[in-house]
């Protein structure tokens, strides 16, 4: 049509963005905000934040940047995991099932022994290490089938009774029961995990010539520090006389003797007892090992346990065959990442060697296809 003139003018093109319904809508929003149209809050023109046009960062992937990322990985994984592998390998175990489920065991005449059979049962098994453990050894005891993950028996225990409260003590928590009281006054420690607190003893001898040689086992430093020192404690009064400052509580249904009975030393007895702070800080899993005594090295001329016959004496107290549970005892050795775990090497050098792998295969394919490409590359 002739200039100016006709729906598809210069001017009439200008026009139609501002009669558009987007147009109308922005506008309208704008002067709802209290903004004038078309200004923005500088009073400028809607800057690129308002408009979403912020500068980013897009990786783009390429062989280029991909290729070296899985060879590096690769590298460092694979050393890390065998390094980590091996030192667990080094790592020195000898483990005993003392259950005593098979009829052959010395141990079988205790099987369906009660808490508190009197006398106690006792057993010996004779066993040979074959190779010597040369620092300080962790002696472990070891259940199976005991579920100390169970919620109900992980909230049944009071712990401001056992943080020494007087008053919790006389008047434990409610989550303890059915172990809340017996015969009328209140159990001390109260709750499931204090009352099936595990009660065998082990006593360990080195047999030369024939004579029997007891290996010197300290109950000390096998809790936390902050368990030890911070979570529990006795109740407040005269340390020196606990019998007194547990009066008018009882002992759990299922112990042998009271809890201020646990040891002759008075900084290892009552709720502060090592092995009692080691059964109370329950295991996640059903099958489990609890640290029990501690084996040190007393001098760099001989190792802690040298090659040879030894013998285990066990009290054998606690019940497991009603549950089809097992009980065993492990001696070991550690390093600088704690126990046996081999599982975190494997994980290591398997990761290592797909992302390797992975690197090889895109290496292959890149060389064999990647040329092809380069022609259809979109221009930026």
């Not at 009271?258 to 009552?270: F, I, K, R, T």
Request: glycine letters at 8%.
């Amino acid at each position: 049509g002739p200039s100016g003139g006709g729906p598809g003018s210069r001017a009439e093109r200008r026009l139609l963005p501002l009669l558009s319904p987007m147009a109308v809508n922005y506008n309208a929003k704008e002067e709802a905000d209290g903004h004038p149209s078309g200004v923005g809050a500088a009073g400028g023109r809607p800057g690129a934040c308002q408009q979403q046009r912020l500068p980013a960062w897009q990786p783009i992937l390429t062989a280029g940047t991909v290729l070296p990322a899985f060879f590096i990985i690769g590298l460092i994984f694979i050393p890390i995991g065998i390094g980590i592998f091996v030192t667990s390998n080094n790592i020195r175990e000898y483990e005993i099932d003392y259950t005593g489920t098979d009829s052959s065991s010395p141990c079988n005449k205790c099987l369906n022994m009660s808490w508190n059979s009197t006398p106690p049962c006792t057993c010996t098994i004779n066993f040979t290490l074959d190779h010597p453990f040369e620092t300080n050894v962790f002696m472990y005891y070891g259940l199976s089938n005991f579920y100390q993950n169970h919620r109900r028996y992980v909230k049944s225990r009071d712990d401001s009774q056992l943080n020494g409260d007087n008053s919790s003590l006389l008047n434990p928590s409610k989550e303890c029961e059915p172990y809340r009281t017996s015969e009328g006054k209140p159990i001390a420690p109260c709750g499931a995990i204090a009352n099936s607190m595990f009660n065998d003893t082990l006593e360990l001898f080195r047999i030369d010539n024939e004579t029997r040689i007891p290996v010197v086992l300290n109950k000390k430093g096998i809790a936390w520090w902050t368990d030890k020192n911070v979570k529990f404690r006795n109740p407040s009064g005269n340390a020196h006389n606990l019998t007194a400052l547990f009066q008018g509580t009882t002992k759990p249904v299922n112990w042998p003797k009271p809890v201020y009975m646990l040891d002759s030393e008075a900084d290892n007895n009552g709720f502060i007892n090592e092995d009692f702070i080691v059964w109370m800080r329950t295991a996640a899993l059903p099958t489990f090992r609890k640290l029990y005594r501690l084996i040190e090295r007393e001098n760099n001329l001989q190792p802690t346990l040298q090659a040879g016959k030894y013998s285990l004496d066990i009290t054998y107290n606690y019940p497991v065959h009603s549950f089809d549970g097992r009980k065993r005892m492990i001696l070991s050795t550690i390093s600088w990442m704690g126990g046996k775990n081999p599982f975190l090497g494997i994980a290591y050098i398997t990761v290592g060697s797909i992302c390797f792998f992975l690197g090889v295969v895109l290496l292959v394919i890149h060389h064999k296809y990647g040329n092809r490409n380069n022609s259809a590359d979109i221009p930026n």
